[in-house]
């Protein structure tokens, strides 16, 4: 290769790099929300809760606290983070530290709280609680009762 191609080169090689620093650098959107699914490992049920940051929900004996929600802008590839705490109300009313840490909701495998009867892990960052509510079904008009049929014993009379 020549000395102006390998300049060439490094000069596309230092494009690609410095457009692909911009892309990994864009700040991440804050979000309001965050959203989790905790497993009851005793009845099989798992549940979908939201959190506001700051705030601390009970699901069966452990706390859940989101710090902060990432996620990244539309135009960047998704990928939702949180900081989160989980602490455990021990049979001796004592509260416990389980996790401190990152939850990547791409992960939950990852950084999820996995307890002896629960489990908790990172679905979503959400910009309100709750979904909206679905809309209600129109009313179907009433349709008129089937005809009477006769009684299958009965005999016809001649």
Known sequence: MTPSACR???RVLAAVLLLS?????????N???????????????IITFDVL??????????????RVCHTRPPTEPAQTTA??????????????????????????????????????WLVDCKMQMGEPPAPEPEA???????????APDAVPED
Request: charged residues 20%; negative net charge; glycine residues 6%.
């Open 8 to 10: 060439g080169a490094l």
């Open 21 to 29: 620093a911009a892309a990994a650098s864009a700040e991440p959107l």
């Open 31 to 45: 979000n309001p929300v965050a959203e989790f699914s905790g497993l009851d490992k005793i009845t099989g049920r």
């Open 53 to 66: 940051i700051d705030e601390t929900v009970q699901f069966g004996a452990l706390q859940v606290t989101p």
């Open 83 to 120: 900081f989160v705490e989980v602490d455990e109300i021990t049979l001796a009313n004592k509260i416990q530290r389980l996790f401190t840490g990152w939850m990547f909701a791409a992960s939950p495998g990852l950084h999820a709280v996995e307890h002896p009867v629960y489990d908790v």
């Open 140 to 150: 179907q008009p009433e349709a008129e009762p089937p005809p009477e049929l006769p």
